[in-house]
């Protein structure tokens, strides 16, 4: 009912206008069906009269799409510029190398033109349109090498020693650049600075060999117990007044070994392998000692590790002389330091050595010897004497 209503209600002028609308778009539709079937005729008479242009008609299968698809890849190339050869990119790589920056795009462009066998433009180069020279590439000493090959990183053999050239240190103190670029810079920076290089020798040449009325003890230790905490003798040594070392062994430990405390120490397991019994060692080190003067830095240590014990009047501690501690104003002065303040002599550098100690303890002791023992006599003298007992 509701569509003959509708159908009912459209008057006649509705109908011929609604009419009058289809027929413009089937005129419309016919005439872009025509204007298209004229340019496809038009094409094919094209194509029959120059068959090249081909690739100007759109595909229908799929043998027109991939042989659309291949002219393209063609064009494509024609127009991109053509790639570099072996030749130009070897020249990008020396440029690198011999410049150490990367190369700014016209050096590029003119490597790549020069490559190709293209003119270069007048102005673009310094060498006036000669052809450049290659330049070998530097090596990592500044020298130049053959061929452009880079110097391995790894070489064989002891690394070679700085030069003076390379410490461009100022106002750094020497001993600051040894802890951290180590003694060869160091010993380099002095030389710059015009400071005297220290002694290293601690002995001296040619001397008596044998045992003398003064000796210097060291010992060297390892660590043991869970934590490495405890200490044990693994190293013993002795030199005489000239600084010759008449004693020098090590100690097979009879408990596990739990730190060997190599870089303090310098001890290895292959040491204490064939090391000597602790109570043989024990035995020489006290027949030694019997009778002479002993000399040490913190001797009373290397003593409590032995097992032994020295008379207090015949020990020279160069860790509790007060001239010592004064000169250098320290209440407890390590070694080391009083080596270099004292003597001009460094130790300890690298892995410490029980023997080296022993025989700058003793050169401490003998720059000193006559003020050492000068001492103790007035000492001895000013010592009032003990009340004897009152007779009847």
Same mark, same amino acid.
């Given at each position: 009912m509701a569509k003959t209503? %509708?159908? %009912? =209600?459209?008057?006649?002028?509705?109908? =011929? +206008? =609604?009419k009058a609308e289809s027929h413009k778009r089937n005129l419309k539709k016919k005439k872009k069906i025509l204007f298209w079937k004229k340019k496809m005729k038009g094409a094919e008479k094209k194509t029959q009269k120059d068959p090249e242009k081909t690739a100007e008609l759109p595909p229908k299968t799929a043998e027109e799409v991939s042989a659309n698809w291949k002219a393209l890849q063609e064009l494509l190339k024609q127009k991109d510029p053509p790639a570099l050869d072996h030749s130009s990119k070897k020249k990008e790589e020396e440029a690198i190398r011999a410049k150490g920056v990367m190369p700014t795009p016209k050096e590029k462009e003119e490597a790549q033109k $020069?490559? #190709? @066998?293209? =003119? +270069?433009?007048?102005g673009a180069a310094k060498s006036g349109g000669?052809? %450049?020279?290659?330049?070998?590439?530097? $090596?990592?000493? @500044? @020298? *130049?090498?053959? @061929? $452009? *090959?880079q110097a391995p990183e790894a070489h064989k053999g002891p690394e070679p020693e700085p030069r003076a050239a390379d410490i461009w240190f100022d106002d750094v103190d020497p001993d600051d650049i040894e802890a951290a670029l180590g003694p060869e810079v160091a010993r380099v920076a002095r030389k710059n600075l015009g400071i005297k290089e220290k002694e290293t020798r601690l002995e001296k040449e040619g001397a008596f060999e044998g045992l003398t009325k003064v000796v210097a003890l060291d010992c060297e230790m390892v660590g043991t117990g869970p934590d490495g905490e405890d200490s044990v003798a693994a190293r013993v040594s002795v030199v005489n007044r000239f600084g010759r070392c008449v004693y020098d062994k090590f100690i097979r430990p009879n408990e596990k070994v739990t730190d060997y405390r190599t870089k303090v120490s310098g001890i290895r397991p292959k040491h204490l392998k064939a090391g000597e019994d602790f109570k043989v060692v024990q035995a020489e080190v006290a027949s030694i000692l019997k009778g002479r003067i002993l000399v040490g830095? %913190? +001797?009373? #240590?290397?003593?409590?590790i032995l097992f032994l014990d020295h008379p207090k009047k015949k020990t020279r501690d160069t860790q509790k002389y007060k001239p010592f501690r004064q000169q250098v104003k320290s209440g407890k002065p390590s070694l080391k330091l009083l080596c270099e303040k004292l003597l001009n002599v460094r130790i300890q550098t690298t892995e410490h050595s029980s023997v080296q100690d022993a025989q700058a303890a003793m050169r401490l002791y003998v720059t000193v010897k006559r003020e050492w023992e000068a001492s103790l006599q007035e000492k001895k003298q000013q010592k009032p004497a003990p009340p004897r007992g009152n007779k009847d």
């Open positions: 209503k %509708a159908k %009912a =209600s459209q008057t006649p002028s509705d109908k =011929s +206008v =609604s $020069g490559a #190709n @066998g293209a =003119s +270069v433009k007048p000669k052809k %450049a020279k290659k330049r070998p590439a530097l $090596g990592q000493e @500044g @020298g *130049r090498r053959k @061929g $452009g *090959r830095h %913190a +001797v009373h #240590n290397d003593l409590k």
